[in-house]
């Protein structure tokens, strides 16, 4: 069988292939901890589980509209309203199976072979594999260590061509932790302002894991909202990978054409995941405020830990639950120090080249795991270096 081209184009997941090689060991009896995978290691919480059980016995198990139930839109656009101190309307949310299609769809919407689209690197790698697999031009936009991940917008502006069509943006930062300060934020949209054929995606699916000072959202500076798409969802913050439930907010007219892919493609979003969204953003959000507490004292254990180990030098991560620390002193490669961990030490992590060229020189750890887990790792790491 001929694939068709654009095939050769499409990059992958390696989080998803790393867990696959640490099950196959596990299965033959080595004892692995899991710090590659990147998804909280707490149960949904119950309230919203519930919900769903509510639904289904409430018979909620048909075709909803493309763009997602009116009322769970409207909770959305709410939520929305009130954490953003924007005004959002219903119509200009649609909702999809996971946030990850709102990546696929805003740029296969919006980027003709040969648009330029900058990106953060080391960043998410769906960014640059769906950059590429609509013949875009991928333009990294590299994460400074010695800024906490940051980036000096004045690099940005080095970076902006004729050709530029999107910037991608990402705070709290997969797989850095770090964040885009309002300071940096605002610069930027100061770069790009007259640019009005520069769409902005803004990715802030950890916006209620953040660390240190609150969260801002680029579309709360005046003549953004129209011109940005939010993306964000329920996987991190709710305990809810497995459930599929993300969303875009975006101006009507590309809703409405999101909405459309969304019907070639999904015909809609699952019924009771979405009836059960709802009860996530208007019920109780002490479980929230419990994993957020309960990251922080992880992310305190696995940064004191890894900067113990001889080779190894790791920052304070601000957001999200990944820690990235500098493996250059250990004098291996990303892809060596991560196979060598996960071979010899039954430690998986991910290499920072998982990430995007800049990212080598470190190593992606997943803190989304016990205390006692984490604390093991340190020792198995110390071990095998």
Not at 100 to 112: G, S
Not at 201 to 223: A, C, N, V
Not at 246 to 252: D, L, P, Q, S
Not at 353 to 367: K, N, P, Q, V
């Amino acid at each position: 069988m001929k694939l068709a081209d654009r095939m050769g184009n499409l990059g992958t997941e390696t989080a998803f292939e790393v867990l696959a090689k640490a099950r196959k060991l596990e299965a033959e009896g080595k004892s692995i901890i899991h710090l590659e995978i990147g998804e909280p290691d707490f149960p949904t919480p119950e309230n919203i589980c519930n919900a769903a059980i509510d639904s289904i016995r409430a018979g909620d198990t048909h075709y909803t509209p493309s763009a997602g139930i009116p009322e769970v839109r409207k909770s959305i656009a709410d939520y929305i309203s009130r954490t953003r101190g924007i005004e959002v309307h219903p119509d200009e949310v649609v909702m999809t199976p996971g946030a990850k299609p709102i990546m696929f769809y805003a740029i296969l919407t919006l980027i003709n072979p040969g648009d330029e689209v900058i990106y953060p690197n080391p960043g998410f790698p769906i960014y640059e594999s769906m950059i590429k697999f609509v013949d875009g031009v991928p333009v990294p936009l590299k994460l400074e260590e010695d800024k906490n991940f940051a980036f000096d917008p004045e690099d940005l502006r080095k970076l902006i061509s004729p050709k530029t069509k999107m910037l991608i943006i990402n705070t709290p930062q997969n797989p850095t932790g770090g964040i885009l300060t309002e300071d940096v934020i605002r610069k930027i949209a100061d770069i790009i302002k007259d640019r009005d054929d520069i769409i902005i995606l803004s990715d802030e699916i950890y916006s209620r894991l953040i660390f240190q000072g609150e969260h801002f959202s680029i579309t709360q500076i005046p003549g953004f909202k129209d011109r940005t798409i939010i993306l964000d969802g329920f996987s991190k913050t709710y305990a809810m990978t497995g459930w599929r439930a993300g969303y875009g907010v975006m101006n009507k007219e590309l809703a409405q054409v999101t909405a459309k892919l969304m019907t070639n493609s999904n015909s809609c979003t699952n019924a009771v995941v979405q009836k059960a969204c709802i009860e996530a953003y208007e019920g109780p959000q002490d479980s929230v405020d419990e994993m957020k507490k309960e990251f922080m004292a992880r992310r305190d254990i696995i940064v004191e830990g890894l900067n113990s180990i001889k080779g190894f030098k790791c920052n304070i991560p601000l957001g999200a639950f990944y820690s990235f620390p500098n493996i250059t002193g250990t004098g291996m490669s990303s892809k060596e120090l991560s196979d060598h961990l996960l071979y010899k030490g039954g430690v998986a992590a991910l290499s920072g080249t998982a990430f995007g060229e800049f990212g080598e020189g470190y190593l992606r750890f997943s803190y989304a795991n016990s205390r006692e887990n984490i604390k093991e790792a340190i020792r198995r790491i110390k071990e095998v270096i």
